[in-house]
């Protein structure tokens, strides 16, 4: 089972940028995709983005144009690249193996790292 880790989170201002990583380890065979999700207090866990082992990318629309994830397939590690931060993007980022079969659509695995904070200061 592939075993995952993310880094980079921390505290920015509004308007600010932070990079998150993550590195996979483990069983990779049984998955084609990977994704961010994040999940603020109170609030469910909810998906920012994926991108396929292919390179095809989907975003939420609250992030489309400021957030990008790209993928390094030599390291196993899945990258997002956060812009023009807004005090809504605060919350703890999860990073998630699973299917794509097209389109939108991805199936998260119950595979997921420890999180990493993100906190955007107004």
């Known amino acids: 089972q592939a075993q995952l880790v993310e880094s980079g989170g921390g505290l920015v201002q509004a308007g600010g940028s932070l990079a998150l990583s993550c590195a996979t380890s483990?069983?990779?065979?049984?998955?084609?995709?990977m994704g961010w999700y994040r999940q603020a207090p109170g609030n469910q866990r909810k998906r920012v983005a994926f991108i396929t082992l292919g390179g095809i990318t989907n975003y939420a629309d609250s992030v489309k144009d400021r957030f990008t994830i790209s993928r390094d397939s030599a390291k196993n590690t899945v990258h997002l690249q956060m812009d023009s931060l807004k005090p809504e993007d605060t919350a703890v980022y999860y990073c998630?193996?699973?299917?794509?079969?097209?389109?939108?659509?991805?199936?998260?695995?119950?595979?997921w790292g420890q999180g990493t904070q993100v906190t955007v200061s107004s």
């Open positions: 483990g069983s990779t065979v049984s998955f084609n995709a």
């Open positions: 998630n193996v699973g299917r794509w079969s097209g389109g939108n659509k991805y199936q998260s695995y119950d595979v």
